[in-house]
């Protein structure tokens, strides 16, 4: 089946518009951040900061913060996909939602019905906390899907209405960008502590992170530089709930690209805009999906078009499922050096860890 690209609308892009798109993708560290990006649109710092605000007010800003990558900090992290009967997936849910390393917990269309992510610190062991969850929510089956290759990390939700659905972008985070064995810092601890609070919207957000590490501006912004050369950080960007933001629905291409392939494939799917999320993962007896795709849409149509866009261009004819979402039981941004984490491995695995 041929994907239908919507054609783009007659009327350009509001400078609204374009703040909500500009913000996402990444926020200066200067003493005004809010005064650069807004003269980059046609605002005033003052336009900027009360659309930011309304959004946020209404629900669709979730938070700004700075996005870290766990791998490079030392943490070890997985996707995960267990098998749960159907009356007791509610309850296995919630057991796994009390885990402090859980950031996201789905309940998919598959047999394979909850999915969830899991990181921790890279003293402890990531197969005991899975197994433990797995014996405490009585899963009958659980299989641990860690990233084997990253071939893009990056959601970006088009708020003007204007892409097309097989628009191609040059992948802003890839494996390329990790210093896997860096070593962290107590300054870069400290550093991730503080941005990864959600800032507020003020003329000068980062004054509050400042005064916390003893630094001015200028020396944040210079660290900020050091840990994005290693790996360390991402970026510092605005957070959207997709729901609140019109994509309500979620789709999880998964395809079974041979592994010869699936460098050269990984790295046409990523190119997709559309693409929030694409990895290589292993496979299984049951799961025989290399590449994991991740997209979002205003609609089913919508997200189910957009990977078929991406079959119809880069893997016609070969097999995949589209997995998405049918309740979402935990979604939040993941806290690195929580107390509470250690608490859990303390009364659950009789460890610090």
């Known amino acids: ?85 159907k009356d007791e997936l509610d309850a296995g849910a919630e057991i796994v939602n009390g885990h402090p390393g859980v950031s996201h917990n789905y309940r998919r269309n598959h047999d394979f019905n909850l999915w969830y992510t899991i990181a921790v610190p890279p003293e402890s062991d990531l197969e005991a906390h899975v197994q433990k969850l797995h014996e405490l929510s009585g899963a009958t089956l659980t299989r641990l899907m860690p990233t084997l290759h990253l071939f893009k990390i990056g959601v970006e939700f088009d708020m003007t209405g204007t892409e097309d659905w097989n628009a191609k972008a040059t992948p802003q985070y890839t494996s390329a960008q ?63 709930r997709h729901q609140k933001a019109g994509f309500t629905f979620n789709a999880m291409g998964v395809w079974a690209v041979p592994q010869d392939d699936v460098a050269a494939v990984g790295r046409k799917m990523a190119e997709f805009k559309a693409v929030s999320h694409c990895y290589l993962r292993p496979t299984y007896p049951e799961w025989p999906y290399t590449i994991f795709t991740m997209v979002h849409g ?21 097999n995949h499922a589209i997995l998405y979402s049918t309740k979402e039981y935990k979604k939040i941004r993941l806290e690195f050096y929580k107390p509470e984490f250690y608490a859990w491995a303390r009364e659950h695995l009789g460890t610090d860890a």
């Open 178 to 240: 990790r210093n896997i064995g860096y070593a962290v810092t107590d300054l870069d601890r400290a550093f991730v502590v503080e941005f990864q609070k959600d800032l507020p919207v003020t003329e000068e957000p980062y004054a509050d992170a400042c005064a916390a590490l003893g630094l001015d501006i200028d020396e944040v912004a210079a660290h900020a530089e050091k840990m994005k050369a290693a790996g360390a950080l991402r970026r510092v960007s605005a957070v959207f």
């Open 298 to 318: 205003r609609s089913k149509d919508e997200a189910f078009g957009k990977i078929r866009a991406i079959e119809d261009e880069v893997a016609p004819g070969v």
């Open 1 to 85: 089946m041929t994907a239908t690209v919507p054609p783009a609308p007659l009327s350009p892009p509001t400078p609204r518009e374009q703040l909500l798109n500009r913000i996402q993708r990444d926020i200066p560290i200067v003493r005004r951040p809010y005064a650069v990006l807004a003269r980059e649109v046609g605002l005033t710092e003052h336009e900027a900061l009360e659309i930011l605000r309304e959004v946020k007010q209404e629900g669709v800003l979730r938070q700004v913060s700075a996005i870290f990558d766990t791998r490079t900090l030392g943490y070890q992290s997985s996707l995960v996909a267990a098998v749960y009967g």
